[in-house]
């Protein structure tokens, strides 16, 4: 069985009881037309960019969080009449992309100063390394499979603390090294995730398991 991340695994031992040693972890590739885009960054009114509205993408946290700063949200995905209230109420500077496709999201990422992905639970998570490969400092959760999957190229936070979202936001938005450094670690950390490698690992274990099965059975 193969599984895209060590919480994918933990949780699926944990509803099936299965042995452990049957369950390979392979993390999902990263789409090889995602690059590296460099871009000033705009300190005096940065774009946030959030991915998901789903209920785990945890939008309204980040909108109070938001509260007061001088920045613009953009946000992908569907939004609903409370959420669009709790905007428009907090007087959030926003724009809402729905129905986007690859090459859309690709521009979203190379215009956004940040992207936010503090999210509540996730499988993978794979607008960490996306906003990660095109340049871009990210703030995500400090959970998992996040900080597996964001390595040390991510700012990370609890994602129920209000508080500690805005902290974080300010810091990033004021503190250039800090931001700087993290974009060059996120740069380093997806190259874990190139098509290559991962196209690798399968077929090693695809060679391991023709192996195990040819020393059960030698006609194989």
């Known amino acids: 069985i193969t599984v895209v991340s060590e919480q994918t695994k933990r949780e699926l031992i944990q509803l099936t009881n299965c042995n452990p040693d049957k369950i390979i972890v392979i993390h999902n ?18 774009t946030v960019l959030h991915i998901g509205t789903a209920e785990n993408k945890n939008l309204p946290r980040l909108i109070k969080a938001l509260v007061g700063l001088a920045c613009r949200l953009w ?13 428009t109420t907090n007087q959030i500077s926003f724009e809402n992309f729905v129905d986007c496709d690859d090459d ?6 190379q215009q956004a100063d940040i992207v936010s992905f503090v999210t509540t639970y996730e499988g993978f998570g794979l607008p960490i390394i996306e906003a990660q490969a095109t340049g871009r400092v990210v ?8 900080q597996e999957i964001g390595g040390e ?7 129920y603390y209000i508080e500690e979202i805005r902290h974080e936001i300010l810091e990033l938005i004021q503190n250039t ?9 996120g740069l380093e950390n997806v190259k ?9 690992s399968y077929l090693q274990l695809y060679h391991y398991i023709h192996q ?8 194989l």
């Open 153 to 159: 190229g991510a700012c990370y936070v609890n994602p």
């Open 192 to 200: 874990r995730f190139e098509a290559a490698k991962i196209s690798t």
């Open 104 to 109: 859309q999201i690709r521009t979203l990422y």
């Open 139 to 146: 703030l995500t959760s400090q959970l998992q499979p996040h």
């Open 29 to 46: 590739p990263l789409d090889p037309a995602i690059r590296y885009h460099p871009k000033a960054f705009n300190s005096e009114m940065p």
């Open 177 to 185: 090294q800090k931001r700087e450094l993290l974009i060059i670690k």
């Open 75 to 87: 946000i992908v995905g569907r939004l609903d009449k409370d959420t669009i209230t709790m905007l």
């Open 212 to 219: 195990t099965l040819c020393a059960v059975s030698p006609e």
